[in-house]
């Protein structure tokens, strides 16, 4: 059975651009997590979108965004990037949440 | 709210060692627990969980109890090899399962060596 897939895996954008990410589940996984990775803060929670809705938010500012589609993907956008938002970003799924999480590769975006 | 304290690396060990990176928790109630592990330019691989008092999780040589008296969740491995080299994060999720959403420690890389 397929991982959960996240595209594109390397990404570099300039200062003050916006960036898509996007994220397969694994097929029949409903929640979707996304998880922003770097060395100084270590793995913090973004957000979490469940049937298309958001069910749970961390303490990002509102330039990060995300949406779920009927299908279970997601994406998740940045605006007017940082430097800081330079970092792997992961996405997770699982059947409800709560029972274990499947994680992708990531995507490392770097920001110049 | 709801915090993971691991170890800090990174732990060195001969071949065949034996390994512990402990991990600590506070939470409300009792949250499940898991391991990750994550190897260089790789996403995280779930290990190992536990969901309740006591419970032991274990995987490929690997074992954590829930310890709820000591809100602790130590991993352990009786022989490491040099594949087990990599980053481990000891993480929770709230027990409400009002969704899905990870709480992790900062992480313990290992190296092994031959």
């Known amino acids: 059975k397929a991982g959960v897939t996240q595209t594109p895996r390397y990404l570099i954008k300039t200062r003050g651009q916006q960036v898509t990410l996007s994220c397969s589940p694994i097929?029949?996984?409903?929640?979707v997590s996304w998880y922003q990775q770097t060395p100084g803060q270590g793995l913090q929670f973004l957000f979490e979108y469940f049937s298309e809705t958001q069910r749970n938010k961390g303490n990002f500012p509102g330039r990060f965004s995300g949406r779920q589609f009927s299908n279970s993907r997601s994406e998740m956008n940045v605006s007017t990037l940082e430097l800081g938002d330079s970092a792997l970003y992961l996405c997770a799924s699982s059947l409800e949440g709560g029972e274990g999480y499947t994680f992708g590769s990531g995507t490392r975006l770097t920001v110049v | 709210g709801n915090s993971v304290t691991q170890m800090e690396g990174p732990v060195t060990l001969s071949e065949e060692a034996f390994l512990t990176i402990n991990c600590t928790y506070t939470?409300?109630?009792?949250?499940?627990l898991f391991w990750y592990v994550q190897y260089p330019g790789e996403g995280l691989q779930l290990l190992l969980k536990a969901t309740k008092a006591d419970d032991k999780g274990s995987n490929k040589g690997f074992e954590a109890t829930y310890r709820k008296e000591t809100t602790s969740f130590h991993l352990e491995k009786g022989s490491v090899q040099v594949s087990d080299s990599a980053v481990y994060f000891c993480a929770l999720s709230p027990i409400n399962n009002a969704g899905n959403m990870l709480t992790f420690g900062g992480g313990t890389r290992l190296m092994v060596k031959p």
């Open positions: 939470a409300t109630g009792y949250p499940s």
């Open positions: 097929s029949g996984h409903r929640s």
